[in-house]
C-alpha cells in the first residue's frame, strides 16, 4: 500500500488537523465528533446547507465549506457513512433558524444516518429537509445503494444550492431547486486501476494491465462491464452517449413533508436530454488521473455533444469526487436553465473551489 | 501503460484541443508551432510574461496563462523542452512593445532553447530578458541539468511575476523580482511510483512495493536515495528540515545585459531559512497522489515550521506541478517578504489557479 499516511487509524484525524492548519481562514473543524464549518457563523435568515458521507472522496465535502457553498460536511471513515450523531451536532452547529438542508448521496448508511439525524434536529425544533441525490446512470442497485448511486452531481448541487442559499431562499424554495439539479443532472464514471482502503491495504478489485472497469463508483466497487482498454476516444464517446440516451428514470425517493409531520414517499422522473439543451459539463478525476488526461476526455466529449445538438454552457475540469488514488474518470452532464447558471456563476470561497469573489 | 490517450503521437495536440474547448473564454491556442496565449492581446505598456517547457507537469504552464500570470506558454513534447521556434513565435504574438520575460526552468534544453529563442526575438527589436528557475535543493547535476533543477518555485514565480506585471513593473524590475523570488524560494519532492512516458510505455524507474524514491526531479529522473517507505511524518519532517537547512547556495547564472549588448555571467547566492521568516508553504502532488494525502503532509510541514520558529502566511495545495500520473509530492517553501505577498495575493483568473478578481 503506498501511500503517504501514518497510521491507518488516524487519517481522518490528521487530515482534518492538516485542512485546519491551511484554511483556518474559511473553516474551522470539530474534532468530537468530526464536521467541518464555515469559520463565521450562518447569518440569520440563511438556510444551512449540510453535507457528508465517507472519507476517501476529497475534496468532497470538506474542501467546499465555505461563503456560497456548505454550512457543514461531516466526514465519516474512509467509504464509511458518518454517524447521525456527527450530522446532528453539525446541524445544530450551523442552524441560524432557518432551516437545514442536507444533502445525502444515495448510499443505504448515509440515506439511513441523515434521516435518523434530522428527526434528531426536528425534534429539538429545527426545521430540516433531506435531499438525496442519485445521478450514477451505470447501475442500479450495488453494494452500497437501493437505486442508483449519488456521485458528480453532487458537487454542482453543493455550489448552486449554495449560491441560493446565500441569496435568500428559503428551506422549500432551495429543496426545490436541490431536486431539480439532481433530476437534470446525469453522470457515468470508469477506472484503470482500483483503489486501495488504508485499513484493509489491498485493491477493492482487482484488474489487468490491459482493462478497464465501466461504470465504477465512488467507493472502489466493480462496475457494470470489464473490458478490454480502449482509446480515450472510444470510452469518452461510450459513456457520453450512454448518458445522453439515458432514458426517463423513475424511482421514489423519501423526504420530509413537513404538512403531514413524517416522512413521505415521492416517485420521482428525470427527463432524458434533448436536442437543444444547454449543459454544465463536468469532467472529474477519480483522483490518480492527472488533468492532462482529462483535457482528452473533454474533447472528445465536446464533439459529441456539438454532433448531438447540446450546448456546452459552462465546464468544471478536475478532481472534485475522488475515490482516493483511483485512476479513471467521470462525466457529469447537467442540464442548465437560468436559475441553475445564475447560482453555478454566483461567488464562492471555498477551499477547493473559487469563483469570482 | 494505463492512461486515457489515443496514440501516443497525438496526445499534445489533443490536450490543446482540450484546453481551447474547454477555456476558450481565457486563452487561445495557436497549433503551428503550439503555444497557448491569453484571449486579450497583451495590453500598451504590460510586460509580456512567458514560460514554457516539456508537456507532463499539467497544468504547469498553460493553466497559467491567464490575467494575473502569463501571457503566452510554450508547451514541448513530453518531458521535451519547446523548440526555440515556438518561444519566438510566442514572444512576437504577445509583446506590446514593452518586452518579454521569460522563466525558464533550469533544465539543459530549456535553458538553450529559450536563449536561442531570445536572441531571434532581439534581432527583431523585442526587448528580452530570461530569468532562470533552480529551486531543487535535493541534486545538483541530473539526467537533465546543470545545477539545480527548477521545480515548484516556478508555479510561485509565475504567480507574482505575473501580479507585478499587471500592475506596471518594467522589465528591469520583473526581472529583479523574478530573480529575487528564485533566490527565496526552496524545494525538494519524493515519488511513491514512478510515471510513464506515453512514447516510451514503460516506467521510467522500477520501484519494490515497499520501497520511496526520495529526491525525485519532475521528469521521473531517479532522485538522490532510495529508502523503506516510511510514515508520512518521517518523509516530511525530512523535507522540511532539508529545506530549512539547506546553506547558502552559489552559482552561476546567465543573463541579458541589455548595456554591454551580450549574455553575461551573474553570480547568484541564496540566503539560507532563519528563524523569524514568513513564508509561502506549497504543497504539491506529483499527479497521482490525491488532496488528502497532502493535508497529512501539510500537517506534519506545520508542525515542523512552527517549532523551527517559522510562520506560514500563505499556502498552496494541489498538483499544480506534476510529473504525469506519479504518485508522490513535494514542498516549496518561499521567503514572503511584503513585495512578494502583495503581488500572491493579486487577483489571477487563469484556468487553473484563481485569485479573489
Known amino acids: 500500500m503506498k501511500k503517504l499516511i501514518n497510521h491507518p487509524d488516524n487519517i481522518i484525524r490528521e487530515q482534518l488537523e492538516g485542512m485546519q492548519l491551511a484554511h483556518g481562514d474559511l473553516i474551522k473543524v470539530n474534532y468530537e465528533p468530526y464536521y467541518i464549518t464555515r469559520k463565521e457563523a450562518t447569518p440569520e435568515g440563511k438556510v444551512a446547507l449540510v453535507s457528508g458521507g465517507g472519507s476517501g472522496h476529497e475534496p468532497m465535502h470538506g474542501g467546499f465549506v465555505g461563503k456560497g457553498m456548505l454550512d457543514a460536511a461531516c466526514p465519516g471513515e474512509v467509504f464509511t457513512s458518518p454517524t447521525p450523531d456527527q450530522m446532528f451536532e453539525a446541524a445544530k452547529a450551523v442552524d441560524s433558524g432557518s432551516g437545514v438542508l442536507n444533502i445525502v448521496k444515495n448510499y443505504t448508511g448515509d440515506v439511513m444516518n441523515f434521516e435518523m439525524a434530522a428527526d434528531m434536529a426536528m425534534a429539538e425544533g429545527i426545521k430540516v429537509q433531506n435531499i438525496i441525490v442519485d445521478d450514477d446512470i451505470a447501475v442500479k442497485d450495488s453494494l452500497y445503494t437501493a437505486g442508483r448511486r449519488g456521485v458528480g452531481t453532487t458537487v454542482l448541487i453543493e455550489k448552486i444550492c449554495g449560491g441560493a442559499a446565500e441569496d435568500g431562499y428559503d428551506l422549500k424554495k432551495l429543496s426545490d431547486l436541490c431536486k431539480k439539479v439532481?433530476?437534470?443532472?446525469?453522470?457515468?464514471?470508469?477506472?484503470?486501476?482500483?483503489?486501495?482502503?488504508?485499513?484493509n491495504g489491498s485493491p477493492s478489485f482487482e484488474i489487468s494491465d490491459d482493462e478497464m472497469e465501466i461504470g465504477i463508483g465512488i467507493h472502489?466497487?466493480?462496475?457494470?462491464?470489464?473490458?478490454?482498454?480502449?482509446?480515450?476516444?472510444?470510452?469518452?464517446?461510450?459513456?457520453?452517449?450512454?448518458?445522453?440516451?439515458?432514458?426517463?428514470?423513475?424511482?421514489?425517493?423519501?423526504?420530509?413533508?413537513?404538512?403531514?409531520?413524517?416522512?413521505?414517499?415521492?416517485e420521482v422522473v428525470d427527463d432524458p436530454f434533448k436536442k437543444g439543451d444547454q449543459v454544465i459539463a463536468f469532467v472529474n478525476s477519480m483522483g490518480g488521473t492527472p488533468v492532462s488526461e482529462l483535457y482528452g476526455v473533454y474533447r472528445k466529449m465536446a464533439h459529441v455533444l456539438e454532433k448531438r445538438g447540446i450546448k456546452v454552457v459552462r465546464?468544471?475540469?478536475?478532481?472534485?469526487?475522488?475515490?482516493?488514488?483511483?485512476?479513471?474518470?467521470?462525466?457529469?452532464?447537467?442540464?442548465?436553465?437560468?436559475?441553475?447558471?445564475?447560482?453555478?456563476?454566483?461567488?464562492?470561497?471555498?477551499?477547493?473551489?473559487?469563483?469570482?469573489?
Chains 1, 2 share one sequence.
Open 182 to 199: 439532481n433530476r437534470y443532472g446525469r453522470s457515468m464514471g470508469m477506472a484503470l486501476t482500483s483503489c486501495i482502503t488504508p485499513a
Open 220 to 266: 472502489g466497487e466493480p462496475g457494470i462491464e470489464r473490458d478490454k482498454l480502449k482509446s480515450v476516444d472510444e470510452i469518452t464517446e461510450m459513456m457520453t452517449n450512454s448518458i445522453l440516451d439515458d432514458p426517463a428514470y423513475h424511482r421514489v425517493l423519501k423526504e420530509w413533508d413537513a404538512g403531514k409531520n413524517q416522512w413521505v414517499d415521492v
Open 315 to 357: 465546464n468544471l475540469i478536475g478532481p472534485f469526487i475522488t475515490s482516493l488514488e483511483m485512476q479513471g474518470c467521470s462525466i457529469t452532464l447537467l442540464k442548465a436553465d437560468d436559475e441553475i447558471l445564475k447560482y453555478w456563476d454566483a461567488p464562492a470561497l471555498t477551499p477547493a473551489l473559487r469563483k469570482k469573489m
